[in-house]
């Protein structure tokens, strides 16, 4: 039996995108405008656990008031937190390994007007 090498090339590759396309991974956004608001939002990922790297990016965009926020892991250790009263505000956490179970980005909005984006990838 004689072997196309081409034949084999297209198998090969065939078969590294359904093993990357296997690898679980979850992608989430949340998007919110608010006005004149003084609360506490607070939004829940939970991460399974064979979850190996996570990553959160946080924007809020402020016309007036201030806004503040906290992303915390299951063993509630602090991984990113930012404030302001205006303008642009954004964090990252980079990639970061993940910890199994739930973890929680608190958002607090004093007298604030404005919007939030929040992207949540993992895998």
Known sequence: MRRN???LSILAVALLV???QAESK???EDHQSFTN??????LTFDVPAMTKKLRLRV?????SGRASWVLRDPNGTAHIN???S???LAGDTGEIEAIAGAWVLELKLDNATGTSQVNWASH
């Open 5 to 7: 090498p081409f034949l």
């Open 18 to 20: 359904m093993v990357s």
């Open 26 to 28: 979850t992608d989430r």
């Open 37 to 42: 608001k003084t609360d506490v939002r607070q």
């Open 59 to 63: 924007k809020v965009v402020l016309q």
């Open 82 to 84: 930012g404030a302001g």
């Open 86 to 88: 205006s303008g642009h």
